[in-house]
């Protein structure tokens, strides 16, 4: 029975769904997160679909026969103004920070918006897609759902924020599924579960109340006055794809319409460059591969931070690959060679690289347990700091505050790491878990999107909470009741009791 259902599904994806046009808008300008979609255009398009794309970070790829992609990457002449990293900063009050993030997309969506390529999207048919797929970073983006009417997927690199949980009537247990931006790693103390309480009803009165009507304002700007409540088109999302991997994330429960998906970006190692094959090779002690990510740039690390760093790397006795963003480095010890950009995932499969130093971003973490890579983790802002402190509880690395931390701090992690098995033991365990999965991240996204097109919104597997107001999805109305029950009975009782009583005295009174 089993097997004739994973034949008929394997016949499904492989059945095409026809050629569908899909318009898909991940707004958000960071390479990171286009790390984890590109590969899904990819296969959409390969599978015969017309797929356009409205983003920040094309692939340029003139194979791509079927994908038409429209660069809005000035949209990061936006970000690099506003000082993201800084004011994403944890310590700074959480709905400073969600207004920050607010203010910084709705702009660059606006920067994306006139673009001349997108006017020209704008004219086409409002029934030209079969599909509308949009990151949930900022509701500014289903502006394109009052256009194009067709369903919607929702996707995200990573978590999303409860906002994008209501719509598809998902569970945002405060205690129980914390949001990423709360993210009190592991076992939460009696105040985070607080903090975290707090969070899901500011967050909720701070999108409902500002942060939702300035984008409806804004959207009208853009698609006319007459367009539906951006809320409400919103709320008809089909489908949710979340980039969640099982070690860093808490496990939660979810309806049918969220779908976890990871391992996206994850690809068979290819060929090094010579340079780096040579350093590699001739590396039998042990590399250490220092890498920052992308927004945090090791070039823009303070001098103290730096020269830290650079003392600690010149004293391991291991040969160090650093992406380091300019032509030189202070002070470079002769066993550190830098380049301004690395194929990661190539490196992190060579056998000589025997710790990664990392900033903890979703990424880069799942490409170390991909490769089972110990980590030393330097986190910097958003989920890294939770990612880095789940890394440590589980033995697959060491974390430290690069603010505050000192040489030997650095250098002992390194060692530590790098000398003692059990870290490689505890990654090369967690490795297994991960790529033992029925399908792989990107077919299984693909199966799921082309899933929505075939059942045109699946409307059938919608939650009947994504419908529910609070007061129903809490049961106020039930347990209102039974309180008013519970009070009249016991306004009766006490009344009979008294009735009873006073005609027992009155009797007693007779006797006597
Ligand atoms: C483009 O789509 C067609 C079907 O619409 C398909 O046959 C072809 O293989 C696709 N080409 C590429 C390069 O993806
Ligand atoms: C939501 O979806 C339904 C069914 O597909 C459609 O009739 C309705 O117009 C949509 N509402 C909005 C606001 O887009
Ligand atoms: C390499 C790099 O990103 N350098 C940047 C460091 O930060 C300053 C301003 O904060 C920029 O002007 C540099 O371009």
């Known amino acids: 029975m089993n097997f004739l259902r994973l034949f008929l599904s394997l016949a499904l994806y492989l059945r095409c769904t026809g050629s569908s046009r899909i318009l898909a808008f991940p707004e958000f300008p960071s390479h990171s997160h286009h790390v984890i979609f590109n590969p899904i255009w990819r296969e959409l398009?390969?599978?015969?679909?017309?797929?356009?794309?409205?983003?920040?970070?094309?692939?340029?790829?003139?194979?791509?026969?079927?994908?038409?992609?429209?660069?809005?990457?000035?949209?990061?002449?936006?970000?690099?103004?506003?000082?993201?990293?800084?004011?994403?900063?944890k310590g700074r009050f959480i709905v400073k920070r969600l207004l920050f993030l607010h203010k910084m997309l709705s702009d660059c969506m606006e920067e994306e918006m006139q673009h001349e390529e997108f006017q020209q999207l704008l004219r086409l048919p409002s029934d030209h897609f079969d599909l509308l797929i949009v990151q949930t970073m900022h509701p500014l983006v289903y502006a394109i759902g009052a256009k194009f009417k067709a369903p919607i997927?929702?996707?995200?690199?990573?978590?999303?924020?409860?906002?994008?949980h209501d719509v598809i009537g998902n569970p945002t247990h405060?205690?129980?599924?914390?949001?990423?931006?709360?993210?009190?790693?592991?076992?939460?103390?009696?105040?985070?579960?607080?903090?975290?309480?707090?969070?899901?009803?500011?967050?909720?009165?701070?999108?409902?109340?500002?942060?939702?009507?300035?984008?409806?304002?804004?959207?009208?700007?853009?698609?006319?006055?007459?367009?539906?409540?951006?809320?409400?088109?919103?709320?008809?999302?089909?489908?949710?794809?979340?980039?969640?991997?099982?070690?860093?994330?808490?496990?939660?429960?979810?309806v049918p319409a969220a779908i976890e998906v990871n391992q996206l970006h994850i690809t068979e190692p290819?060929?090094?460059?010579?340079?780096?094959?040579?350093?590699?090779?001739?590396?039998?002690?042990?590399?250490?591969?220092?890498?920052?990510?992308?927004?945090?740039?090791?070039?823009n690390l303070s001098s103290r931070t730096r020269e830290v760093i650079v003392r600690a790397l010149g004293e391991v006795p291991y040969k160090v690959l650093w992406k380091w963003e300019t032509d030189t480095l202070p002070n470079k010890p002769d066993n550190v060679m830098t380049r301004k950009w690395l194929p990661q995932q190539?490196?992190?499969?060579?056998?000589?690289?025997?710790?990664?130093?990392?900033?903890?971003?979703?990424?880069?973490?799942?490409?170390?347990?991909?490769?089972?890579?110990?980590?030393?983790?330097?986190?910097f802002i958003t989920d890294?700091?939770?990612?880095?402190?789940?890394?440590?509880?589980?033995?697959?690395?060491?974390?430290?505050?690069?603010?505050?931390?000192?040489?030997?701090?650095l250098k002992n992690?390194?060692?530590?790491?790098?000398?003692?098995?059990?870290?490689?033991?505890?990654?090369?365990?967690?490795?297994?878990?991960?790529?033992?999965?029925?399908?792989?991240?990107?077919?299984?996204?693909v199966w799921w999107i082309e899933y929505i097109i075939r059942h045109k919104g699946a409307r059938h597997m919608r939650s009947p909470a994504a419908d529910m107001s609070y007061f129903e999805y809490f049961?106020?109305?039930?347990?209102?009741?039974?309180?008013?029950?519970?009070?009249?009975?016991?306004?009766?009782?006490?009344?009979?009791?008294?009735i009873l009583r006073t005609l027992f005295r009155s009797q007693k009174v007779k006797v006597n």
């Open 45 to 89: 398009s390969l599978r015969g679909h017309q797929v356009t794309v409205i983003t920040p970070n094309p692939m340029n790829d003139p194979t791509l026969s079927n994908l038409t992609e429209i660069d809005v990457g000035s949209a990061y002449e936006v970000v690099r103004k506003k000082d993201f990293v800084k004011n994403m900063a």
């Open 153 to 164: 997927v929702g996707v995200s690199s990573m978590g999303v924020f409860p906002n994008s």
């Open 174 to 254: 405060p205690v129980l599924s914390p949001d990423f931006l709360v993210s009190p790693e592991g076992d939460m103390t009696f105040f985070d579960k607080i903090d975290s309480l707090f969070f899901n009803i500011v967050y909720r009165l701070v999108y409902h109340w500002i942060i939702l009507p300035e984008s409806d304002a804004t959207a009208r700007k853009y698609f006319g006055k007459d367009i539906p409540y951006l809320g409400d088109i919103e709320s008809n999302t089909s489908l949710l794809l979340m980039n969640i991997n099982p070690f860093v994330h808490p496990i939660r429960a979810n």
């Open 270 to 299: 290819k060929p090094l460059p010579k340079d780096i094959k040579d350093f590699l090779d001739s590396s039998p002690q042990g590399v250490v591969y220092f890498s920052l990510g992308s927004n945090v740039k090791s070039a």
């Open 346 to 379: 190539d490196i992190l499969g060579h056998p000589n690289v025997k710790v990664f130093v990392t900033q903890g971003g979703l990424q880069s973490v799942e490409e170390a347990i991909s490769y089972a890579v110990p980590m030393v983790g330097l986190p």
């Open 384 to 409: 890294q700091p939770g990612n880095i402190k789940k890394i440590t509880d589980l033995g697959m690395g060491l974390g430290l505050d690069y603010r505050t931390m000192s040489k030997e701090q």
């Open 413 to 445: 992690a390194i060692m530590e790491v790098g000398e003692n098995s059990w870290y490689k033991q505890k990654i090369s365990d967690a490795r297994l878990i991960l790529v033992d999965q029925p399908i792989r991240g990107v077919p299984k996204a």
């Open 475 to 498: 049961m106020m109305d039930v347990f209102l009741f039974l309180f008013v029950c519970f009070f009249v009975i016991v306004y009766t009782v006490i009344k009979m009791l008294r």
